[in-house]
Structures are given as C-alpha cells and as structure tokens.
C-alpha cells in the first residue's frame, strides 16, 4: 500500500517540477539547487527537496550537486521537444483528482454520471490538454503502426473516425501519395489536427451522423474501448456499408488478453479502471473483437502488434 500512495505523490513530484520549469531550465544548462532556485525564483530548501525527489523517480540525476536531465525527460518535459508531454499532465491530473476519486460510484454505476469526452466538449483547456497527451504518444507510434497497416495500390479514400489529431491519417498519406482520407471528430478534438492538401476535416458525431461511402480503408483508433456492444455493432454496421468491396477496417485499441509479466498485465488491469471512471468502457479480449467483426459481415480478421506501438494493438478485416 505504502508504494501506491508514494506513487501518488511522485506524480505530484513531476507535475510540480513541469510547472515550475524546472525540466526546461536544466534543459539549457546544468544546475545546482541553488543555482536552479535562484533563477527559477523559488525557495531553495523547496527546490532541493523536489530535485532530489526528481532523482529517485528517474527524472533528473545527480553528480557531485549537480543536476542533469535524463534522456527520457528530454524526450518528455522539454517544450522544445516534439514529444513533450508537459501540456498533456493537467488531463492526467484531472483524471486522478477529480475523475478517479469517483471510482467507488463508478464500479456501482457501470460508468461516470458524465462521459469525459462530453466534457472535453464543454472545456477547451481540458481537450487540448488530453490532446496533447494523445497526439506526443501517436508521433512514436504512427510510423510502425501506419507500416503495419494494408492499404491496396488502388486505394484513394480513407475514413478516421475518431481521429482528433489526425495523426496515423497524416502518416499513412505520406506513405501512401495517391490516399486522401477524411477525419470525423467532435469540433474541439479536431483543434489539434495539422491541415494537409489530402486531409479533410468533418466535425460531427461518427456514431449519429451517415458515413457516406466509397472508402477503401477505414480507421478506427481508441474507439472501441468507449462504447458498449450495440454501440459497437452499429458502428461496424455503418463501417461495412461506408467501405467498398474488399475494402480494410483497422480497430487501434488495447486488447484484454495474456501479457508478458505481472507488471504488463497491471498496467491494461489499471487502464481497463480508467475507462471505466472516465467514459464508462472497457478493454475488450481480441477474440470479442473478432465476433463483433464476424458478425457485422467482415471477413479474414487478423491481429498485428507493430513494433514501437505497446500501447496500440491492431485487429484487421476486410469488408
């Protein structure tokens, strides 16, 4: 129990030390506590405590009183950094001060009173701030997951629903130069994506709005986790009919099923709460995600993991 309340306190830690611009100063230069408190304007004791805090979590190291960053702050907590995470803390926060709290209700429930994604609807910083988060970890993963994804010499129109930042959309088109895909996402998600001259932007709801058809490939990335099986059939449903013949589904999502050690299994353990306190879903085996496809009509279901992608299992199909 001690370890799980330290590991509260060490998130406080890091979100104290991002605030406060420590990750960015000692980004420029090295620095002792002194030296870092007195031109950061904060109390020296106070700056000591959090950096040698900063150091047992792996964040900063120490030699002879002075402290570095470590490789994976660099590529982390620096702004400079295309992967900075730091805008990205405040949903993190959000969710275990304010969301998790109501873990109990939530468990008696089956879900939050307010579904998070109506709520990011209502507060700009709040999206930004998940949108951050999803998109730095997108970056490191759109390469290998775009490459492990079949998308025919022919094919020209692709469909992302759900896809906010537009992100793996944005990769497979620049694999891909005869693709133009369109992204189907609440208005304040869309925020976040790049423009690009194959890209199009529709803001409206994928499960209440028509799909349209004549797509070759349709994506549909951390969805499935947020909606309960007939949300999910109807969806597919709509699916088949927007792709064309032979055309390829991708589901992006974390699959329930065995993993590698007591700490993999924890980690997807403890996500699967978090979907559950914050929208009310849950992580699915891949095997229900099969029967789910099979059962919408999509044929040749097959599983990938790419390389570089942990947090993103695929399950592909064709219509």
Same mark, same amino acid.
């Given at each position: 129990?001690?370890?799980?309340?330290?590991?509260?306190?060490?998130?406080?830690?890091?979100?104290?030390?991002?605030?406060?611009?420590?990750?960015?100063?000692?980004?420029?230069?090295?620095?002792?506590?002194?030296?870092?408190?007195?031109?950061?304007?904060?109390?020296?004791?106070?700056?000591?405590?959090?950096?040698?805090?900063?150091?047992?979590?792996?964040?900063?190291?120490?030699?002879?009183?002075?402290?570095?960053?470590?490789?994976?702050?660099?590529?982390?907590?620096?702004?400079?950094?295309?992967?900075?995470?730091?805008?990205?803390?405040?949903?993190?926060?959000?969710?275990?001060?304010?969301?998790?709290?109501?873990?109990?209700?939530?468990?008696?429930?089956?879900?939050?009173?307010?579904?998070?994604?109506?709520?990011?609807?209502?507060?700009?910083?709040?999206?930004?701030?998940?949108?951050?988060?999803?998109?730095?970890?997108?970056?490191?993963?759109?390469?290998?997951?775009?490459?492990?994804?079949?998308?025919?010499?022919?094919?020209?129109?692709?469909?992302? *629903?759900?896809?906010?930042?537009?992100?793996?959309?944005?990769?497979?088109?620049?694999?891909?130069?005869?693709?133009?895909?369109?992204?189907?996402?609440?208005?304040?998600?869309?925020?976040?994506?790049?423009?690009?001259?194959?890209?199009?932007?529709?803001?409206?709801?994928?499960?209440?709005?028509?799909?349209?058809?004549?797509?070759?490939?349709?994506?549909?990335?951390?969805?499935?986790?947020?909606?309960?099986?007939?949300?999910?059939?109807?969806?597919?449903?709509?699916?088949? *009919?927007?792709?064309?013949?032979?055309?390829? !589904?991708?589901?992006?999502?974390?699959?329930?099923?065995?993993?590698?050690?007591?700490?993999?299994?924890?980690?997807?353990?403890?996500?699967?709460?978090?979907?559950?306190?914050?929208?009310?879903?849950?992580?699915?085996?891949?095997?229900? !995600?099969?029967?789910?496809?099979?059962?919408?009509?999509?044929?040749?279901?097959?599983?990938?993991?790419?390389?570089?992608?942990?947090?993103?299992?695929?399950? !592909?199909?064709?219509?």
């Amino acid at each position: 129990m001690l370890a799980d309340y330290f590991g509260v306190l060490g998130f406080h830690a890091l979100v104290a030390g991002a605030r406060l611009g420590i990750f960015d100063a000692l980004d420029s230069a090295p620095a002792t506590p002194e030296g870092l408190a007195l031109s950061l304007g904060l109390d020296h004791h106070g700056t000591d405590v959090l950096l040698r805090g900063l150091a047992g979590l792996g964040y900063v190291r120490s030699r002879r009183g002075v402290y570095r960053l470590t490789r994976a702050s660099r590529l982390w907590l620096v702004s400079s950094s295309p992967s900075c995470l730091v805008e990205g803390l405040a949903f993190w926060e959000r969710s275990a001060c304010v969301y998790w709290p109501a873990l109990e209700k939530a468990v008696r429930d089956g879900g939050p009173p307010v579904p998070f994604y109506t709520l990011t609807e209502d507060d700009p910083e709040l999206s930004r701030s998940f949108q951050t988060w999803t998109a730095a970890v997108a970056r490191r993963q759109a390469p290998a997951t775009a490459a492990a994804i079949p998308v025919g010499r022919d094919a020209r129109h692709m469909l992302d *629903l759900g896809g906010s930042h537009a992100i793996y959309s944005l990769e497979l088109l620049r694999l891909h130069p005869g693709l133009h895909a369109t992204v189907v996402d609440l208005p304040q998600a869309l925020e976040s994506a790049q423009e690009h001259p194959r890209l199009r932007l529709h803001a409206g709801s994928f499960l209440d709005d028509e799909l349209g058809e004549g797509y070759d490939v349709v994506l549909l990335f951390n969805i499935v986790h947020g909606l309960d099986d007939d949300q999910t059939a109807r969806l597919l449903a709509k699916v088949a *009919l927007a792709l064309n013949p032979g055309g390829t !589904i991708v589901i992006g999502d974390q699959f329930r099923g065995p993993a590698p050690g007591r700490a993999s299994r924890t980690l997807v353990d403890l996500l699967d709460l978090n979907y559950l306190v914050t929208i009310g879903g849950r992580i699915r085996p891949y095997r229900e !995600i099969v029967r789910l496809l099979r059962e919408s009509g999509f044929i040749e279901p097959r599983h990938r993991r790419p390389l570089r992608s942990p947090a993103t299992e695929l399950a !592909i199909a064709t219509r």
